[in-house]
């Protein structure tokens, strides 16, 4: 006779997801790429055995190289949804919830066409529903911006909590506490 026995799961994947789209100036690239190069850092430091998935996007999303991620720049629209529906069908494909704990940061602007935001919340939605994390960093290096957070921000605000965090980035001494 077999007795089942439950094992813990300590498979993690982590994806990392950066808007590069044309909104995106260098001032906010260098500011989601630090927040991005401090995850990195702690997660390589503190775990031995973790996946990390690079997904850059603008109107497109791609799976990119470690050093593409951290140096590439691209131009164009926004959809942001894109990104989500590459995560996903990654997921679905490699890293199936079951055997892997999955947490996904993302950094935007939060501009996004407005014909893709219900298939942003709607791809938003099935990474909440099968992840530890799904972290959404909104970097807009702009004092009044604080007022007025981006539309992804607004999209994602009445559903935060459980497995979504929100924070906002407008300058270079916002990065550490982001991680608070």
Not at 10 to 37: E, P
Not at 87 to 100: L, V
Not at 131 to 146: H, K, L, R
């Amino acid at each position: 006779h077999y007795k089942m026995k439950k094992k813990p799961c300590t498979n993690a994947v982590i994806f990392f997801v950066m808007d590069v789209s044309g909104s995106m100036s260098q001032d906010k690239k260098f500011l989601a790429r630090s927040f991005f190069f401090l995850l990195y850092q702690f997660l390589r430091l503190k775990y031995e055995t973790i996946d990390i998935v690079f997904i850059s996007h603008d109107t497109e999303a791609h799976e990119v190289e470690e050093k593409d991620f951290f140096t590439k720049a691209s131009t164009g629209g926004t959809r942001a949804s894109s990104a989500l529906v590459m995560a996903n069908d990654i997921i679905e494909k490699r890293y199936h919830p079951n055997s892997w704990n999955i947490y996904l940061f993302q950094c935007s602007d939060g501009d996004n066409f407005s014909d893709d935001n219900q298939k942003f919340l709607d791809e938003a939605s099935k990474i909440m529903n099968i992840s530890q994390m799904y972290g959404y960093c909104e970097i807009e290096p702009d004092s009044t911006w604080t007022m007025s957070p981006g539309k992804l921000f607004q999209l994602l605000k009445p559903i935060q909590g459980g497995q979504l965090r929100l924070v906002r980035i407008t300058r270079q001494d916002d990065v550490w506490p982001a991680f608070l």
